[in-house]
């Protein structure tokens, strides 16, 4: 500052704030506004993938690698988690149930929670393990070793060649797969419930068959398929986007999975809601 | 050497005229004129982060620039998209630094990938022109070699079944970044030789990037310096020992590859 012109008391309180609060505000938004710019992204490459799903050549056999892998590949995990959860889930509402000597209604309480929730919801997160960190992974090696430039050069879209088949199969197989849950869930409910705890057998299908509607079936479906996109396009945006060498594939894997199972349990959340307006429930 | 590089020329294959990019703040190509010849092993020289590889991106169109030209026999290909530029690419072969062979296919299958990608040829003319190349790049003396993956290779044979990739689809140039990095000397002559068999044997335009000076001045037929952004050096390989640019004398002398005489 001059000495001929010295700042008056005003200016002075007036500049300093300014130049606090500017930085502050930036200091506050800016993790909002890096998440949605990494939601933006995120869309973009999905906008990407649709567009070249119609798009020449269609490349079937990629498709049928990825429903092979996401598939075949998870349905031994799938089979065993979701039979030792409709086993669990009859068996804490076998004892809940049992303080009203209501032990019937757990036909009923097995189907309803794994075809609304826990079948959709377990096997979206059992594929993100086993394979969205996969994804990450494969498209991360692909990135750092050139694979994915490589494409290019052949006038291949990677997007085209690697994204677009992942998540088609992706959206295809969770429904699936959510379905096999429940066929292996109810199994292991059936086994706790019939042949262990010996509920009568005809009280617990009346209940089941009048109470469980095709509706809640269809709601866990419809949510597999959404579960399906959000875990393949997260998986695919990490595993695209590597820079560097091996430490950052095994970061962008780690990022894939906790974001993707985030991203499933807050969506669920959202879908009940969007859901429970669509069909108001009969039972709730 | 001429400034303009829009006619087709039997001498030069591809001209470079005032090449510009930025990624963001920070000028990595700033000017670059540079020509190609035909037929010959041309080899751009550099330290790291000069921008050798981003000056092969623009030769093929994989990234487009902030100003200048690109000829390719005369056709400027800045600008071009989709179909024009897919034709454009398809006289360039690319070698990956370390091969960047698709690991979920086999030897074949790797090989084969441009036609299948490119064209719709019946398989027992695809098989016939990948056997033909394993042939020639010596590649069929492993047993079993076709049906490998590239996890069972080694480095020196993933090179050349890049190589064979690259050169599948007949181009007429042929890139190669950094051939020889992390290669033993006696790896690094295998390469060399493999650069210049396949410039003889099938007649290729070769560009190689480059910073192993002995390589360089082994099997160049015309090097060009990249420095900070702009070509300061370009000839004969005896034309640059005559006379060296300081910077360039700088950059080569340490390898001991060449004797410069007296600086000027």
């Known amino acids: 500052m001059s000495e001929a012109s010295p700042p008056s008391v005003g200016a002075q309180e007036k500049l300093p704030l300014q130049a606090q609060v500017v930085p502050l505000l930036g200091r506050i938004f800016a993790p909002l506004l890096g998440a949605v710019e990494i939601f933006g992204l995120h869309m973009l490459l999905f906008g990407r993938a649709v567009t070249w799903l119609f798009r020449r050549p269609f490349r079937l056999r990629l498709y049928l690698e990825q429903m092979e892998f996401i598939g075949v590949g998870s349905l031994p995990i799938i089979m065993l988690v979701g039979f030792f959860t409709g086993a669990v889930t009859a068996l804490q509402a076998i004892m809940a149930l049992a303080m009203f000597d209501q032990q019937r209604w757990v036909g009923y309480g097995v189907g309803v929670s794994l075809a609304r929730e826990l079948a959709p919801v377990f096997t979206a997160l ?24 490589a494409l290019t050069t052949f006038a291949v879209n990677p997007v085209h060649y690697l994204v677009t088949p992942r998540l088609v199969s992706a959206v295809l197989m969770l429904p699936v797969m959510t379905m096999v849950f429940n066929v292996l869930g109810l199994l292991g409910g059936y086994i706790i419930s019939i042949v262990v705890y010996q509920i009568d057998l005809g009280q617990v299908l009346e209940l089941f068959q009048h109470w469980v509607d095709p509706n809640d079936y269809v709601q866990g479906l419809i949510k597999a398929t959404i579960f399906g996109v959000a875990m393949a396009l997260t998986a695919c945006y990490q595993g695209f986007n590597v820079r560097g060498g091996a430490k950052e594939v095994g970061r962008a894997t780690t990022a894939a999975v906790v974001s993707s199972s985030v991203t499933v349990l807050i969506l669920d959340y959202f879908l009940i809601e969007i859901m429970s307006v669509i069909w108001p429930s009969h039972g709730m | ?73 005369g056709q400027d290909i800045v600008g071009l998209r989709d179909v024009a530029i897919a034709k454009v690419q398809r006289k360039f072969g690319m070698v990956f630094q370390y091969a960047a062979l698709f690991d979920s296919l086999n030897v074949v299958e790797n090989i084969a990938f441009p036609l299948i990608e490119r064209y719709r040829l019946p398989r027992s003319e695809i098989m016939e022109r990948v056997r033909e190349l394993l042939k020639r790049l010596d590649l069929d003396r492993v047993a ?20 064979a990739r690259a050169l599948v689809d007949r181009p007429e140039i042929l890139l190669y970044d950094e051939p020889t990095t992390g290669l033993d000397p006696i790896a690094t002559k295998n390469v060399d030789e493999m650069i210049r068999r396949t410039a003889d044997d099938f007649g290729v335009t070769s560009v190689v990037i480059s910073h192993d000076m002995a390589s360089t001045f082994r099997i160049a037929d015309r090097i060009a310096m990249l420095y900070d952004g702009i070509i300061i050096s370009c000839g004969r390989p005896d034309e640059l020992i005559a006379a060296p640019d300081p910077r360039l004398r700088e950059f080569v002398e340490p390898s001991g590859a060449v004797k410069f005489g007296a600086p000027s």
Do not use: C
Request: hydrophobic share 35%; glycine share 14%.
């Open chain 1, 126 to 149: 059992m594929i993100t393990a086993r394979a969205g960190s996969a994804m990450a992974t494969e498209l991360g090696s692909m990135r750092i070793t050139e694979q994915i430039d």
């Open chain 2, 144 to 163: 079993g070699v076709e049906q490998k993956f590239p996890a069972e290779l080694s480095g020196g044979m993933r090179k050349r079944v890049g190589l």
């Open chain 2, 1 to 73: 050497m001429t400034n303009d590089g829009s006619t087709r020329d039997d001498r030069w294959q591809i001209r470079i005229r005032g090449l510009h990019k930025s990624f963001g703040a920070q000028q990595v190509l700033r000017g670059i004129d540079l020509d190609i010849e035909r037929g010959k092993t041309n080899i751009v020289i550099g330290g790291s982060g000069q921008g050798k590889s981003v000056l092969m991106k623009h030769l093929m169109g994989l990234l487009q620039p902030d100003s200048g030209h690109i000829y390719v026999d």
